[in-house]
Every structure is written in C-alpha cells, then in structure tokens.
C-alpha cells in the first residue's frame, strides 16, 4: 500500500510505505516472508504457485513450456483441419441428395 493511498491522519507513524517488503527483495516478488517452523531469527520465503527455490528463484515448470505450447497449437490446428473436412463431406452430401432429389422427381437442372 503506498503512502499516498493512505491518508495521514490514518497512517501509522514510523512506517514508511515507500521501503519494498520482505516478499519483493528476498523472494523476488515470487512469495512472501514467513517465520521459519519452530521459531528463529531469520525468514523464509513461501513460494507462489509455479516457482520454488530459497529465494523463489526456480521456474516448476519453465522447461514444459515451449513444448506444451506447440502440443495445445498443433492439437487446435487439428481440430480445425478436422471440422474443415467434416465441413466439406457434409456439403458433398447434401448436394448429392439434392441431385438424387431432382432425378427422382424428374428436374433435369444442374446442381
């Protein structure tokens, strides 16, 4: 929250909102500080979802990203040769039935 968001008569004094916290400069604005389990001086960093390390300094997942990239576009480039082709056998159906159509009741157009 920075100190101009806060009104002065609201602010604590001896606060400064401008300083970066705990969670920015020792997690890398990847986690926040928490106190170590079963007590100590120093803090831990608790990582957000995704990374990991002392410092939160680890992608989880960095090395998936690329290829998982390509399968997701592959897999809807796929899809829409797939709904393409569907596409074009239903019009060929449908313009054979019609042909069918004209024959049977004795149309001599061309469809």
């Given at each position: 929250?920075?100190?101009?968001?806060?009104?002065?008569?609201?602010?604590?004094?001896?606060?400064?909102?401008?300083?970066?916290?705990?969670?920015?400069?020792?997690?890398?604005?990847?986690?926040?500080?928490?106190?170590?389990?079963?007590?100590?001086?120093g803090?831990?960093?608790?990582?957000?979802?995704?990374?990991?390390?002392?410092?939160?300094?680890?992608?989880?997942?960095?090395?998936?990203?690329?290829?998982?990239?390509?399968?997701?576009?592959?897999?809807?480039i796929?899809?829409?040769?797939?709904?393409?082709?569907?596409?074009?056998?239903?019009?060929?159906?449908?313009?054979?039935?019609?042909?069918?159509?004209?024959?049977?009741?004795?149309?001599?157009?061309?469809?």
């Amino acid at each position: 929250m920075s100190a101009s968001l806060v009104p002065a008569h609201v602010r604590p004094r001896g606060i400064d909102f401008s300083l970066s916290t705990c969670g920015e400069t020792q997690c890398n604005s990847r986690g926040t500080c928490v106190s170590p389990p079963g007590g100590g001086t120093g803090l831990l960093c608790e990582c957000s979802l995704g990374y990991r390390g002392q410092s939160c300094e680890n992608r989880v997942n960095g090395g998936l990203s690329l290829p998982l990239t390509l399968s997701v576009i592959g897999v809807i480039i796929g899809l829409l040769l797939l709904a393409f082709i569907i596409a074009k056998i239903r019009q060929r159906l449908k313009k054979n039935q019609r042909r069918q159509l004209a024959a049977r009741q004795g149309y001599n157009i061309a469809v």
